[in-house]
């Protein structure tokens, strides 16, 4: 969303998740991130519901959301368009020993076509977040948020700016930071130093990953 990139599309992660442009994203962030709370903030829940839309003072979702508009998300600093939403997906492995049976399964969970499958994606997204609460004060803008989503979607790759930091809400078996941690990305040097370090890990995990 800011300009950097996690992995090009040959997958490589070392010179492209710590290239400048990455770098730059990643401090951006955390510029923004500390202009609304301090490491010792992160946990506070209450802070936590209303961080995101507080960064830049863009809104506020409880005092003025009845004043909020849904719009498309804008291209990328590269041209192209990400999606932004945090999307949950499913996936099968290569090695998986019953491919036809993890396919039933993911049917069963999502529906017969992709319509069914976007359609259950949105609703389970949107559903139970606690940010998005006010919505039932303004449905038509929660269905049209929706709408949008789910075109957005279809045509755009996701953007991965949250898979990696710990945040007590998300975990992965992947190498990863502690969620304060961010807060010293504000420091460009710093920033550089670990993410060619960090980027490293990431690369030697995915390829003891992939030949498991």
């Known amino acids: 969303m800011l300009g950097g990139r996690y992995a090009d599309k040959e997958g490589r992660?070392?010179?492209?998740?710590d290239s400048p442009e990455t770098v730059n994203a990643f401090v951006r962030y955390a510029e923004m991130l500390s202009?609304?709370?301090?490491p010792d903030q992160w946990a506070?829940?209450?802070?936590y519901e209303?961080?995101?839309?507080?960064?830049?003072?863009?809104?506020?979702?409880?005092?003025?959301?009845?004043?909020?508009?849904?719009?498309?998300?804008?291209?990328a600093p590269d041209g192209r368009r990400y999606n932004n939403s945090l999307m949950t997906g499913l996936a099968i492995t290569k090695s998986a020993a019953q491919p036809e049976l993890a396919w039933a399964y993911?049917?069963?969970?999502?529906?017969?076509?992709?319509?069914?499958?976007?359609h259950a994606v949105v609703d389970y997204t949107i559903g139970d977040t606690v940010t998005?609460?006010?919505?039932?004060?303004?449905?038509e803008t929660l269905e049209e948020m929706k709408q949008?989503?789910?075109?957005?979607?279809?045509?755009?790759?996701?953007?991965?700016f949250d898979f990696g930091w710990k945040d007590g809400l998300r975990d992965s078996t992947a190498p990863?930071?502690?969620?304060?941690?961010?807060?010293?990305?504000?420091?460009?040097?710093?920033?550089r130093i670990d993410l060619s370090l960090w980027a490293k890990e990431i690369e030697s995990y995915a390829e003891a990953f992939a030949g498991a």
């Not at 992660?13 to 998740?17: D, R």
């Not at 930071?177 to 010293?184: H, L, M, V």
């Open 132 to 139: 998005f609460t006010a919505f039932g004060q303004k449905p």
């Open 106 to 118: 993911i049917r069963f969970l999502l529906g017969e076509s992709s319509e069914e499958a976007i």
């Open 35 to 38: 202009e609304v709370t301090t």
């Open 44 to 47: 506070n829940v209450a802070i």
């Open 50 to 75: 209303k961080r995101a839309l507080k960064i830049d003072r863009a809104t506020r979702i409880v005092e003025d959301y009845l004043r909020v508009a849904v719009a498309p998300i804008p291209d």
């Open 13 to 17: 992660i070392v010179g492209v998740m």
């Open 148 to 160: 949008w989503m789910r075109h957005e979607i279809t045509i755009s790759p996701p953007a991965s």
């Open 176 to 191: 990863k930071r502690p969620t304060k941690q961010y807060y010293e990305y504000v420091d460009a040097d710093y920033a």
